[in-house]
């Protein structure tokens, strides 16, 4: 990975730059409101803890407004259905799981896990039956997450999960989250790789001096490199115990990150020097709910390394855990305020500087798709407030 910007990322930061969330002058209309952006659907994305949908139950799930029912037949297999009945459009999560199939708690239709309609208990012999059911997505599940592609299911198959060594590995130890934040998504992506932020966590991880050694970026990721150094005040053990010489008891050595928005996911790692695998390593995804996506559940897997001594791990578990919901809490305050602007002002007046974050937000532009009902959003938004000259 490049030490040093390159010239390519010079010139398209300046391109880029004219537009609306990279400067105070809104009249430009040249580049598009990143907040206006939708999620592509062509890729995999969690929606349930794997824990949450039990056998023989139903699990109400959403995908950027998209209502979806998923269900454990009596086989073990999880099935994922467009959330309505075909007959009168109750939710089908308000069903009954019989075996692998699905009835409505309505009028009893059947459903089985490809859509299709097995049974409508009283049609009379020989009446026609609907011809379509109601849409199936396909679905996985894996490191404990139920996945469902809500995009085009012909590509389902040439796309890959995310490839995560860390969840297998005897060596280490998951922590599941499981979360919803009040903003766009890409306020998230921003904010874990913006590590300029680390003022907001003061309270928890003390002064903490983040340094950009650098970074690249491509079509479809920005990968960035910090190195961090305690400055004083009182670090908090949980952190501690997250760094390359704590957990893992290593040798001490800089505290070097990574992280990466490879869309459309995110991961954050900390390598130690000539390991093989990382001392604790964190993906994150972020699934809008609503059709606006101004609403976000963020599903996160952090990876950590075990420590050499038995049973350490467990005594240092809920340290870790309390250590990572404080720092999520506070990030989720400041995103969610964001959020909250953009709502008051109708468009995004970001004066932002920071070179890596104007990339990364290129690449979520690119990436994306028009949202389904920007014209309903549209006439939701007030009308954008006029600021007298200075």
Same mark, same amino acid.
């Given at each position: 990975?490049?030490?040093?910007?390159?010239?390519?990322?010079?010139?398209?930061?300046?391109?880029?730059?004219?537009?609306?969330?990279?400067?105070?002058?809104?009249?430009?209309?040249?580049?598009?409101?990143?907040?206006?952006?939708?999620?592509?659907?062509?890729?995999?994305?969690?929606?349930?803890?794997?824990?949450?949908?039990?056998?023989?139950?139903?699990?109400?799930?959403?995908?950027?407004?998209?209502?979806?029912?998923?269900?454990?037949?009596?086989?073990?297999? /999880?099935? *994922?259905?467009?959330? =309505?009945? !075909?007959?009168?459009? &109750?939710?089908?999560?308000? @069903?009954?799981?019989?075996?692998? %199939?699905?009835?409505?708690?309505?009028?009893?239709?059947?459903?089985?896990?490809?859509?299709?309609?097995?049974?409508?208990?009283?049609?009379?012999?020989?009446?026609?039956?609907?011809?379509?059911? /109601?849409? *199936?997505?396909?679905? =996985?599940? !894996?490191?404990?997450? &139920?996945?469902?592609?809500? @995009?085009?299911?012909?590509?389902? %198959?040439?796309?890959?999960?995310?490839?995560?060594?860390?969840?297998?590995?005897?060596?280490?130890?998951?922590?599941?989250?499981?979360?919803?934040?009040?903003?766009?998504?890409?306020?998230?992506?921003?904010?874990?790789?913006?590590?300029?932020?680390?003022?907001?966590?003061?309270?928890?991880?003390?002064?903490?001096?983040?340094?950009?050694?650098?970074?690249?970026?491509?079509?479809?990721?920005?990968?960035?490199?910090?190195?961090?150094?305690?400055?004083?005040?009182?670090?908090?053990?949980?952190?501690?115990?997250?760094?390359?010489?704590?957990?893992?008891?290593?040798?001490?050595?800089?505290?070097?990150?990574?992280?990466?928005?490879?869309?459309?996911?995110?991961?954050?790692?900390?390598?130690?020097?000539?390991?093989?695998?990382?001392?604790?390593?964190?993906?994150?995804?972020?699934?809008?709910?609503?059709?606006?996506?101004?609403?976000?559940?963020?599903?996160?897997?952090?990876?950590?390394?075990?420590?050499?001594?038995?049973?350490?791990?467990?005594?240092?578990?809920?340290?870790?855990?309390?250590?990572?919901?404080?720092?999520?809490?506070?990030?989720?305050?400041?995103?969610?305020?964001?959020?909250?602007?953009?709502?008051?002002?109708?468009?995004?007046?970001?004066?932002?500087?920071?070179?890596?974050?104007?990339?990364?937000?290129?690449?979520?532009?690119?990436?994306?798709?028009?949202?389904?009902?920007?014209?309903?959003?549209?006439?939701?938004?007030?009308?954008?407030?006029?600021?007298?000259?200075?």
């Amino acid at each position: 990975m490049s030490e040093t910007l390159s010239a390519k990322n010079e010139t398209e930061r300046a391109g880029s730059a004219a537009g609306p969330d990279h400067s105070h002058d809104h009249s430009s209309g040249s580049v598009t409101d990143l907040r206006r952006t939708g999620i592509n659907p062509n890729f995999w994305y969690p929606i349930a803890v794997s824990g949450s949908v039990r056998k023989q139950k139903t699990f109400a799930a959403t995908f950027a407004g998209e209502r979806i029912v998923l269900y454990r037949g009596e086989s073990g297999t /999880v099935h *994922a259905l467009e959330d =309505r009945c !075909a007959h009168r459009q &109750v939710p089908l999560s308000m @069903g009954v799981v019989e075996g692998d %199939t699905l009835r409505c708690c309505y009028h009893a239709w059947a459903y089985r896990g490809n859509g299709r309609i097995s049974q409508i208990p009283y049609l009379p012999r020989g009446a026609a039956r609907p011809p379509r059911g /109601v849409r *199936a997505y396909p679905v =996985r599940e !894996a490191y404990g997450l &139920v996945f469902v592609f809500p @995009g085009d299911p012909q590509n389902a %198959t040439g796309a890959a999960l995310p490839e995560l060594p860390e969840f297998d590995s005897a060596k280490h130890k998951t922590m599941t989250f499981s979360r919803t934040v009040r903003c766009h998504y890409s306020f998230m992506h921003e904010n874990l790789l913006d590590m300029n932020h680390q003022f907001l966590h003061r309270g928890v991880v003390g002064r903490i001096q983040p340094t950009l050694l650098g970074y690249d970026t491509g079509p479809d990721f920005v990968e960035a490199r910090y190195l961090f150094t305690h400055a004083g005040g009182k670090k908090n053990r949980g952190a501690g115990l997250l760094a390359a010489q704590g957990v893992g008891g290593g040798t001490a050595s800089p505290d070097v990150i990574t992280i990466r928005t490879c869309y459309p996911y995110q991961t954050l790692q900390l390598v130690p020097k000539n390991a093989d695998l990382p001392a604790f390593s964190l993906w994150v995804a972020y699934v809008p709910e609503d059709a606006e996506q101004r609403t976000n559940h963020v599903y996160g897997l952090l990876m950590i390394e075990k420590p050499p001594i038995p049973g350490a791990i467990h005594l240092a578990w809920p340290l870790i855990r309390r250590f990572t919901e404080r720092v999520f809490a506070e990030d989720r305050t400041a995103v969610e305020a964001e959020q909250r602007a953009w709502d008051e002002q109708g468009e995004d007046w970001n004066s932002e500087v920071f070179p890596l974050i104007l990339d990364v937000r290129h690449v979520l532009r690119t990436n994306g798709v028009p949202l389904r009902r920007e014209s309903a959003l549209s006439d939701a938004q007030p009308a954008p407030v006029t600021r007298g000259s200075a």
